[in-house]
């Protein structure tokens, strides 16, 4: 589950999940969900593979890059994703997504986000599962 909240001239995203590839595919939805109004709208009939390694020793890097690629798709090939298989082992994230060529005619874009940013990034364990805090340009 996410949750979307204002920061001054950014957007944040706030994601709780019980176990920790859910909070990436919902830290991964939520962030779609601010560029695209009608999420819903976004269907499933074209899908990739994503493998990132996370050169850190942090989670809070491999959210990053998990997000920083996501947005890099939609900024060169302008495909929105709506659907997110994340599997996590070690320092390996391996996904399959599913989205679809963005249509302007049944898309309502929302917010340009230009960046992924480092500030208030967080990933954590806590008594309740995992939460994650991440702060985007638009």
């Known amino acids: 589950m996410y949750e ?10 706030r994601v709780r999940a019980a ?3 859910a909070l990436f595919a919902d ?20 899908q990739e593979g994503v493998h990132l390694t ?3 020793d942090r989670l809070d890097d491999l959210l990053f890059d998990w997000l920083d690629d996501l947005l ?13 298989d994340v599997r996590i082992e ?6 399959t997504i599913w989205g679809e060529p963005m249509d302007r005619s049944r898309h309502e874009m929302d917010r340009e986000v230009k960046a992924i940013t480092y500030h ?13 805090e991440v702060i985007v340009d638009i």
């Open 27 to 46: 830290a991964a939805r939520g962030l779609f969900s601010v560029m695209v109004a009608n999420l819903d709208a976004v269907a499933a009939v074209q």
């Open 4 to 13: 979307i909240f204002e920061h001054t001239a950014d957007v944040g995203i």
């Open 120 to 132: 208030g990034l967080k990933v954590e364990r806590d008594r309740d599962g995992w939460l994650a």
């Open 90 to 95: 070690g320092k390996d994230l391996q996904a």
């Open 19 to 21: 176990a920790l590839e």
């Open 54 to 56: 996370n050169e850190g």
């Open 72 to 84: 890099y798709r939609f900024d060169t090939r302008r495909v929105l994703f709506s659907q997110f």
